[in-house]
């Protein structure tokens, strides 16, 4: 058979893998012409891997074309020049062009219409990319040759589905490499050669809008291609290299293709611990680049350093709109240094610094900042260890003109003085709706000052005191002024311990209130009593859509007062009872009410009994 395949001239290379254990094959034992011989590989497993052979010796090929003899399968040659219009086949192994350089199995016929990732790149940049192939630790283990470093990329989790694009023509995901779609041979990547694709492929690539490549093994090598491609491309908006492993010389090449790049809008690298140095390019390129509009740089080991170098590209960049930093390593010196981009900055609107290292002096910085800047209108500073210094800091910021809509300080070290400042500030502000303060330590008198802040405030819709230990007297603080305030829409207490008491002062406030739409007293330690306050509190009320009971102690008898009071209701839409300990007679009295009310989502824990009574109309999730 060798000797056949050096008869066809057809090869520039031959592998022989031997999977017989027992049996030690040498090239001197092939009856060949010995001047051949740098063209042939032989390589000898430890053990019979069976079917995953004709993979593995793929991707030891150098050359683009691969070959294999299988016992379902002809033996026929697959060369750089076979071309076919309509279907590319191999008997039963399909490829994803015409030249069949790949050599894959499925189940589907692949039609030359199809788009494939490969395509993608070498229709622009005549590069290397992708074969599957099997390979784990056990079967490492079984090669004479270490194959893991040499140029292959092996994907360690099975669980992957593989890559996807979404192409203009539809909405829907394309699977490019679909692990599902395969046997178990293929779960991994590798970089092989090929020729150019056809004229077919190119103008499918000039359709292709949308690539997400998250959670694969791209590399720096990788990015450099994707960043060649850019250079070029004229139809992609979004890519998405997040958990990639680029790291700094992968940022590097990214760089380089957004100085060129004139259409891509949103680039995610989050993960990809691309440190200062990687931080610097990419802000170099937002110094030239005129398009791209979202950066996400979330978990990539950014510290004050890197914070500086993109601050620079900030004052110098008229796109950018939204920049994620969220779970860095950016301290107060890093925060000063973008508080003078926010300075200078024309465009960004959002600005995310959650779970990173600021502290009061990095609050004090940003605080300045805002009072120049009349765009950013979102500041996302969660889980960072600002006080009620820096919390007054921020409030100071409010009094002055800014454009901030939406103050995210949740999980912070904020505590009732922090709070009393917050709405001090508040009371001169005109444009903050959301403000987040959950995790915090506002405790009872915290919330008797925000209260007071909803008495003179006309603007804020949003209100977040999850996990601030208001406790029932802060719960009734809150609910006198929720009687009369006119504009608050959402607002979540949950686990704050509230308890029976606090929930009655909330249910009187319901009342009354014609603004509020959605409720959150999930994990507040409710019980049967609560349940009927705030079932009474539903028949009054009118507008209140969404409510939120979770993880609570209602009971039958808590479940057939709020089923009462479900009858007289005519705007709610959506009951949270996941949680609490509802039976089969709570059950009951909620189907009835149910049929008849205006929820169309029900979320519950309880008997099956509700599902032989409930209106097909009705979404249900059962947790």
């Keep these: 058979m060798v000797k056949y395949l050096f008869d066809t001239q057809l090869f520039k290379e031959i592998i022989i893998w031997n999977s017989n254990p027992h049996m030690n094959l040498t090239l001197y034992q092939i009856n060949i012409d010995l001047n051949m011989i740098k063209f042939i590989r032989i390589i000898n497993s430890k053990e019979n891997i069976k079917h995953k052979i004709k993979y593995l010796a793929c991707s030891e090929a150098n050359t683009s074309a691969c070959f294999f003899i299988d016992d379902r399968c002809n033996v026929l040659p697959i060369y750089d020049d076979h071309k076919v219009h309509d279907i590319s086949f191999h008997n039963t192994w399909k490829a994803v062009d015409g030249n069949l350089s790949t050599c894959w199995q499925t189940n589907r016929t692949i039609y030359s219409g199809d788009f494939f990732i490969i395509d993608f790149l070498h229709a622009q940049t005549n590069i290397t990319f992708v074969l599957i192939v099997s390979h784990n630790r056990i079967m490492q283990a079984n090669l004479e040759i270490n194959i893991s470093f040499n140029g292959i990329w092996w994907i360690p989790y099975e669980s992957l589905r593989g890559i996807f694009i979404k192409a203009n023509e539809n909405s829907r995901n394309i699977y490019l490499f679909n692990s599902a779609q395969f046997n178990e041979g293929f779960k991994s990547l590798r970089y092989i050669k090929f020729k150019a694709t056809n004229n077919h492929s190119n103008q499918s690539f000039q359709k292709l809008t949308t690539l997400d490549l998250e959670h694969n093994l791209i590399g720096h090598v990788g990015a450099r291609h994707l960043a060649d491609a850019l250079q070029h491309n004229t139809a992609l908006i979004t890519l998405n290299l997040s958990r990639n492993f680029i790291g700094y010389a992968g940022a590097q090449h990214m760089a380089v293709g957004l100085r060129h790049n004139k259409t891509l809008t949103a680039l995610n690298i989050w993960g990809n611990e691309i440190g200062d140095v990687g931080a610097q390019h990419l802000a170099d390129a937002l110094q030239h680049n005129t398009a791209l509009i979202t950066l996400d740089l979330d978990s990539n080991s950014i510290t004050d350093v890197g914070a500086q170098h993109l601050a620079d590209g900030l004052q110098h960049n008229r796109t950018l709109t939204t920049l994620d930093l969220r779970e860095n390593r950016i301290g107060d010196v890093g925060t000063q240094h973008l508080a ?284």
């Design 340 to 623: 003078v981009g926010l300075r200078y900055n024309t465009t960004l609107t959002t600005l995310n610094l959650s779970y990173n290292r600021i502290g009061n002096v990095g609050a004090q910085s940003l605080a300045h900042g805002l009072r120049y800047n009349t765009i950013l209108t979102t500041l996302v500073l969660a889980r960072n260890g600002i006080e009620d210094v820096g919390a007054q800091h921020l409030a100071d910021a409010l009094r002055h003109k800014t454009a901030l809509t939406t103050l995210d300080l949740e999980y912070n070290v904020i505590e009732a003085v922090g709070a009393q400042h917050l709405v001090d500030g508040l009371r001169h502000n005109r444009t903050l709706t959301t403000l987040s303060l959950g995790g915090n330590r506002i405790g009872e008198v915290g919330a008797q000052h925000l209260a007071d802040g909803l008495q003179h405030n006309t603007t804020l819709t949003t209100l977040d005191l999850g996990g601030c230990e208001i406790r029932d007297v802060g719960a009734q603080h809150l609910a006198v002024r929720l009687r009369h305030n006119t504009t608050l829409n959402i607002l979540n207490l949950r686990y704050n311990i509230i308890g029976d008491i606090g929930v009655q002062h909330i249910a009187n406030a319901l009342r009354h209130n014609t603004t509020l739409t959605a409720l959150d007293l999930h994990g507040n330690g409710i019980g049967d009593v609560a349940a009927e306050h705030l079932a009474d509190g539903l028949r009054h009320n009118t507008a209140l859509t969404t409510l939120d009971l979770g993880d609570n102690t209602i009971g039958d008898v808590g479940a057939q007062h709020l089923a009462d009071g479900l009858r007289h209701n005519t705007t709610l839409t959506t009951l949270h009872l996941g949680d609490n300990g509802v039976g089969d007679v709570g059950a009951q009295h909620l189907a009835y009410a149910l049929l008849h009310s205006t929820v169309t989502v029900f979320i519950y824990v309880m008997s099956l009994l509700i599902l032989i009574h409930l209106d097909t109309d009705l979404t249900i999730s059962r947790i």
